[in-house]
């Protein structure tokens, strides 16, 4: 069974940091393009971030250029989202998911396996 688990989320003020986590179980995800997608209250679920199976390619939405950071270490078969310079704007159930190929993928409704959010707030 193949399971996500994200973890990391929390309250924090705007300027400050988080650093998510997504750890994958049931299969090797290694081979895979992986991704982070948020879904504020009332909006539809965006994409994020994506990086490619070994890491040597990563692709940023706009809106968190420059401020987050997507890495993953496949011997721990993890992702991971370096979030700086929060704002109040970032506030989201964050996911991560697992595309079904290699490289970088950002339509949401490719993704395969889904965990199930972790909660980012961040205050004014």
């Known amino acids: 069974q193949v399971q996500l688990v994200e973890s990391g989320g929390g309250l924090v003020q705007a300027g400050g940091s988080l650093r998510l986590s997504c750890a994958a179980s049931?299969?090797?995800?290694?081979?895979?393009?992986m991704g982070w997608f948020r879904q504020a209250p009332g909006k539809e679920r965006e994409f994020v971030a994506a990086?490619?199976?070994?890491?040597?390619?990563?692709y940023y939405a706009d809106s968190v250029k420059g401020r987050f950071t997507i890495s993953r270490d496949n011997a721990k078969n993890t992702i991971y989202l370096q979030m700086l310079s929060l704002k109040p704007e970032d506030t989201a159930v964050y996911y991560c998911a697992v595309a079904p190929t290699t490289g970088i993928v950002v339509v949401r409704n490719v993704y395969r396996y889904w965990g199930q959010g972790t909660q980012v707030t961040v205050s004014s």
């Open positions: 049931g299969r090797t995800f290694s081979s895979y393009g």
């Open positions: 990086i490619n199976w070994n890491g040597g390619s990563t």
